[in-house]
């Protein structure tokens, strides 16, 4: 068998002096101010020992990098109202029985909401200001309101609602007196608190509200102004609801209400007040299935009693009608009927009435982009056993087209027809381009 030589005296010793000398350097080559030992061709990281660069001191955990750690995720900002606006300009033309006028409007509109644990809050403002093609300026619609709720606990609720409207209707509309160049500016206020509470399968709700309605002169045909004071009012009332649920869907429930009112003067030409007390008392059924088919139907009896015994009290049924259905996102559909005791008003010749509206409105979503809309109404007043003396009929359609996100265009027409005795039934049509920049 082949032998290999071994290594010389020389080499041997030569080995011995190379391994001392590596002993004596390992240890300084294993400190943190060396590079690291895999980058030297036969060292190997002895066992147990951490080798790293971000180590400062013996027992000290490393620093981590700034950039190799995230931050936590922040929570989305949640704003304390939630606002919304917009603002419309409307072209119109007029045409009908007391013939032909443009108009321009303007009609800004803002809210705020507020949606909580325990409460809710809403605040809108919203305008109509229009001039016609007879310089004619004219305040639509102000409308000033907050209404708010909060919730004691789970079962008892507390709301109230504030609000402030000025209007003024248009002395070229239909059944309008001949005699009239500029109708009064109309304001209303009403303060309104309640409180609701469930018994189990029975609820109680009591709402208590305080109005004002005040108006400015007419201004009549020779520039003569005509004062209102006898259409000035105040008025002081309480409802009182119980409900009661028959089954998931269906509710009955029972209501009565007392009112009173104080007006300013007496009507012109007559010493007696129209002050007194309106008292109704309804029942009906109430139906809510999962909110896309709610329906509420009342009948009772209402009465009118005035406080000077010279005028005759007055009586009536009284009949409301409240139906929605909203099947989907693209179609909804909504009517109403509705009956209340109206006093006299012996400055416009009318007396006191039993009036009655109906109304009905629908949407249908044709495209993401266009919308159709459609509505129609009639009103009517039945004073005592006479006749109807007065009534009125609209009906209108309109098309609402999406621009972009921000910007909305809408067509509409209208067609209004009254009459109001003794003078005969007008009619007007109603022609609309308008423009809505929204958030």
């Keep these: 068998m082949p032998t290999f030589p071994g290594p010389s005296s020389n080499q041997h010793n030569r080995t011995i002096r190379t391994l001392g000398v590596l002993g004596l350097l390992m240890p300084f080559m294993a400190t943190p101010g060396n590079a690291d030992p895999q980058t030297i061709p036969g060292l ?76 809710g809050f809403v605040f809108e403002a919203q305008a109509r200001l229009g001039v016609n093609s007879d310089q004619l300026t004219r305040v639509e619609e102000v409308l000033l309101s907050a209404n708010g709720n909060y919730a004691l606990d789970s079962v008892t609720r507390l709301n109230g609602a ?48 305080l109005s004002r309605r005040q108006q400015t002169d007419t201004i009549l045909v020779g520039n003569i102004a005509e004062q209102n004071p006898d259409r000035n009012v105040t008025g002081l009332g309480g409802t009182l609801r119980g409900e009661f649920e028959l089954t998931p869907v269906l509710t009955g429930f029972v209501e009565g209400s007392v009112a009173r009112d104080w007006y300013d003067a007496p009507p012109a030409g007559t010493n007696i007040k129209q002050d007194g007390w309106d008292l109704t008392m309804t029942t009906g059924l109430a139906a809510n299935w999962r909110d896309v088919f709610q329906l509420e139907a009342s009948v009772g009896q209402g009465e009118r009693r005035f406080e000077n015994a010279s005028i005759g009290n007055f009586s009536s049924l009284l009949y409301g009608l409240d139906f929605a259905y909203t099947p ?112």
């Design 44 to 119: 190997a990281t002895p066992p147990g020992v951490i080798v790293t660069p971000a180590r400062l001191l013996p027992e000290t955990i490393p620093l981590p990098d700034a950039h190799s750690v995230s931050p936590p995720p922040m929570e989305p900002y949640q704003p304390f109202f939630e606002i919304d606006w917009s603002v419309a300009l409307i072209a119109s033309r007029t045409g009908g029985s007391r013939g032909s006028r443009y108009a321009t409007t303007l009609a800004p509109q803002f809210s705020a909401t507020r949606a909580g644990l325990r409460s």
């Design 328 to 439: 989907n996102n693209a179609l909804a559909f909504d009517a109403q009927l509705s009956t209340a005791l109206n006093p006299a008003d012996p400055s416009s010749g009318s007396q006191a009435s039993t009036d009655y509206t109906i109304t009905a409105a629908a949407g249908y979503q044709l495209a993401p982009w266009v919308g159709l809309r459609g509505s129609l109404g009639q009103a009517w007043s039945v004073p005592g056993t006479d006749p109807v003396q007065s009534w009125s009929f609209y009906a209108g359609t309109g098309l609402d087209f999406a621009l972009n996100k921000n910007a909305d265009l809408s067509l509409d027409y209208l067609y209004t027809r009254t009459r109001a005795l003794p003078r005969n039934p007008q009619d007007s049509h109603l022609l609309s381009l308008g423009l809505t920049w929204s958030k």
């Design 162 to 209: 504030a609000g402030i409207t000025l209007s003024q209707d248009d002395p070229n509309a239909p059944g309008s007196s001949d005699q009239i160049i500029q109708t009064p500016l109309e304001g209303n206020a009403q303060v309104q608190l309640g409180i609701a509470r469930q018994f189990g399968r029975f609820a109680l709700a009591f709402d208590a509200d």
